[in-house]
C-alpha cells in the first residue's frame, strides 16, 4: 500500500477535526461580536490553543496504537497484509507529519490575529 496514501487519510481525518475546532472558535468569536477586540482575541487565544494541540498530537502520534486511529478505520477492511510494525510505523509517521503540518498552520493564524489584536489595542488607545 503506497505510503502517500497514508498521509492523505491522516489528513483528512485532521482536517475533518480542526473543521470542528473552526466551528467552535467561529461561534465563539460571533458571541462575542458586540466588543470585537474582545472576540478578536479570544479567536486568537483559541486558535493558539488549537496549535498546541495539533503539536502535543503530532508528538504522541508515533506511540499511539495504530488500531485507535480514524486512519485504520479508514482503511481497515482493505488492510494490506502487512506486519503490524510496518503499520505502526507509516500509520503513526503519516499521522505525526500531518499533525505537525497543520499545527504550522494554526500557528501562522494564530500570529496573525494576535497581531490583529494588537493593532485594535493600539488603535483603541491613541
Known amino acids: 500500500m503506497d505510503p502517500k496514501l497514508f498521509r492523505e487519510l ?4 485532521i482536517r475533518r ?3 470542528f475546532g473552526l466551528i467552535a472558535v467561529f461561534t465563539s468569536m460571533v458571541g462575542f461580536s458586540a466588543a470585537p477586540y474582545l472576540a478578536v482575541r479570544i479567536g486568537a487565544f483559541m486558535v493558539t490553543a488549537g496549535a498546541v494541540i495539533l503539536l502535543w498530537r503530532g508528538q504522541t502520534a508515533p506511540r499511539r496504537r495504530y488500531r485507535d486511529t480514524e486512519v485504520w478505520l479508514m ?3 482493505t488492510a494490506p497484509a502487512m506486519p503490524k510494525e510496518r ?3 507509516l500509520i503513526g509517521g503519516a499521522l505525526a507529519d500531518s499533525y505537525f ?3 504550522r ?4 493564524v494564530a500570529v496573525a490575529m494576535w497581531a490583529v489584536a494588537l493593532l485594535m489595542w493600539a488603535a483603541h488607545k491613541l
Open 105 to 108: 498552520i494554526a500557528a501562522y
Open 10 to 13: 491522516a489528513d483528512t481525518s
Open 101 to 103: 503540518w497543520h499545527a
Open 87 to 89: 503499520l505502526q510505523r
Open 17 to 19: 477535526a480542526c473543521g
Open 75 to 77: 482503511i481497515r477492511d
